[in-house]
């Protein structure tokens, strides 16, 4: 068994770098089919994407989210915004999440599955949950996207809890929604890639 591993403390974390974020302009969000159909051939060049969804708060005790609303996979280079009241957005993830083609990384990707299955009756393949790659090194607890980052990239990453919460059912995302969305899972992909490693070394679920 590795040697346990303690994460850096906040104070830590604090003193860092902040993280470079992906760039606006490689913010994309389809709407049209001829979008969706770029989307899906660039996001299939690649072998690893960065993965994270969105869903709408709930504030009432024992209410159920009917979310994800939105969902994100990111390359180095562009990081696509899929919103589900579109229906082609619907039809595109369901052949990108269920590929093994593609393995879609990302951090605590546990409860980002069951709703996917619950809502859209997708069971998504070749997926890597970070945080059990480095429970297998020796940390002590789940790390999550901040703290990779900075165990990885020695950079601060910031999330704003006032965006986290924000209406991610609206028909259009602001500006600081699609940044806090983009940056979840294109921070994934660039720890992933700079942890650099054989895809043996990871712990990827439902490959075959």
């Given amino acids: ?21 992906v760039s606006p302009n490689n913010i994309i969000v389809p709407t049209t089919k001829e979008q969706f159909t770029k989307a899906v051939a660039d996001l299939f060049r690649h ?7 969105e869903s709408k708060p709930v504030f009432v005790q024992g209410q159920k989210s009917d979310g994800p609303h939105v969902i994100q996979l990111a390359t180095l280079e562009n990081t696509y915004i899929f919103q589900l009241h579109y229906p082609e957005s619907i039809k595109c993830i369901a052949q990108l999440l269920e590929t093994t083609q593609i393995i879609k990384v990302g951090f605590g990707l546990k409860s980002d599955r069951a709703q996917l299955h619950r809502k859209l009756g997708i069971t ?7 945080d059990s790659f480095f429970r297998s090194e020796g940390y002590r607890k789940d790390l999550g996207v901040k703290t990779a980052i900075a165990v990885v990239l020695h950079q601060r990453f910031r999330k704003s809890k006032k965006i986290s919460t924000s209406n991610w059912a609206r028909e259009q995302l602001t500006p600081e929604q699609l940044s806090y969305a983009a940056n979840d899972a294109y ?3 660039k720890v992933f890639h700079a942890l650099n490693k054989p895809e043996s070394a990871f712990p990827i679920v439902d490959l075959t």
Wanted: hydrophobic share 45%; aromatic share 8%.
């Fill in 124 to 130: 998504p393949k070749a997926i890597l949950d970070l």
């Fill in 1 to 21: 068994m590795p040697e346990k591993i303690e994460a850096p403390s906040k104070e830590e974390i604090a003193l860092l770098e902040p993280f470079r974020g």
């Fill in 47 to 53: 072998r690893f994407v960065g993965f994270d969804t």
């Fill in 187 to 189: 921070a994934a992909i």
